[in-house]
């Protein structure tokens, strides 16, 4: 016992005995005044080496120094971790493609030859921009000659109207001489109308994603598509979530999106979850915005999402290494009760709930442990509930 207190007292004799024999070695008020920057920085790994070094020989000696003394009990030596509070977020990783509502084939509304396609592969349109034209079949020439009868019509029935009104000439004249202009009206508002259609306007801002049909060709309604538009700028993710997550996923929940093949990673939120389940997979379809103003996200890139379902702004998180179970396959840890001078405690067996787990190897404990509680680390496995242990530190 004696030799380890001599040996204790002479550490740091021996120290700054060495010290001095290296007398070439500057001081390290020398070092500070040649304001080098590497020959500084080369001095304080050197010093925090050796600071190292002397902590984890205070320690060993200490400990045995404990073990030795035949003044102290013989207590098995623990290590503790103190319990504090944590945020813990919890996230279900699925996979999902990209998609875009504005992704369509643009379809003429009117049936002749396509006399003038303004667009070409590539490019990019804004909405309500003229993009191609049907040919009308005479369909103006038809209209005039409608309008040249509708003004004889309207001379008609203006003068059986004077008429009417004096009590000359019969009713049915009248009301047939109205229901003529009435008619025609019609028929020309029907034909501008049919005509107005001979112009294909783009239905919202994007890009012509391929050109189908060649200006010349016959074209109809439905039958004929010219050419498909894409809107880069409105896209989002789609993906399948395991319908045991669906109490847990809401609108505006937060996810981590990242494209692999981008090397890109954005946060975002659901927009929308599906109101029917799949009944063979037994999911729920989920879409989440993803920005894309350098319109690099295309349509059917794979996306692996990270969805938080679960947050605990005051969670109690411990290593998993740290649980133990019984027999039953019951978790439980070893809880210390208050230290005295000697850092002497009693153990106790603690169960515990446990909750979700991290990806760095923490599990959330629901119940069973508080903030501030100290659980044993090493040497919790030889221990039996109220067994008595020293608490050392690391």
Known sequence: MRKLILLLAALPILFTTACKKEKAEPTLEEILATGDFDTIVERLEQEQKNSLEI??????????????????????????????????????EVQGS???????????????????????????????????????????????????QLDLAKTTYERQKRLWDQNIGSEIQYLQAKSNVESLEK???????????????????????EVIT????????????LFRLVNLGTMYVEAEVPESYLPKIKRGTQVEVEFEALDRKYNSTVRRINNTINPN???????????????????????NLRLNDYTNKNAILIPSSLILENANG?????????????????????????????????????????????????????????DEVRIYSK
Do not use: C, W
Request: no cysteine; proline share 4%; hydrophobic share 40%.
């Open 98 to 148: 990209v998609k875009t509502k504005d992704d369509v084939m643009i379809y003429p509304e009117f049936s002749g030859v396509m006399t003038n396609l303004y667009v070409r592969e590539g490019q990019y349109i804004r909405k309500g921009a003229l993009v191609a034209r049907v040919d009308d079949g005479g369909m103006k020439q038809q209209i005039a000659q409608q309008e040249v």
């Open 330 to 386: 019951d978790s439980y840890v070893f809880v210390a009760d208050s230290l005295n001078q000697q850092n002497e405690t009693m153990v106790s067996r603690t169960p515990l709930e446990l909750g979700e787990s991290t990806e760095d190897g923490y599990v959330e404990v629901l119940t069973g442990l508080e903030t501030g509680q100290q659980i044993i680390e090493e040497g919790a496995k030889n221990l039996e509930d109220g």
């Open 281 to 303: 997979s037994r999911s729920f379809i989920v879409e989440v915005n993803v920005p894309n103003k350098d319109r690099l996200v295309k349509p059917n890139l794979i996306a």
């Open 214 to 225: 060649k200006q010349g060709q016959v074209v109809s309604p439905g039958a004929t598509p």
């Open 55 to 92: 902590d984890r020989a205070i320690r060993e000696l200490t400990a045995k120094k404990i073990e030795l003394d035949t003044t102290v009990k013989k207590l098995p030596l623990v290590t503790a971790l103190q319990l504090q509070d944590s945020l813990f977020k919890h996230y279900v």
């Open 187 to 209: 028929a020309i508002a029907a034909m501008q109308s049919q005509l107005s259609k001979v112009n294909v306007y783009a239905p919202f801002s994007g890009i012509v994603e």
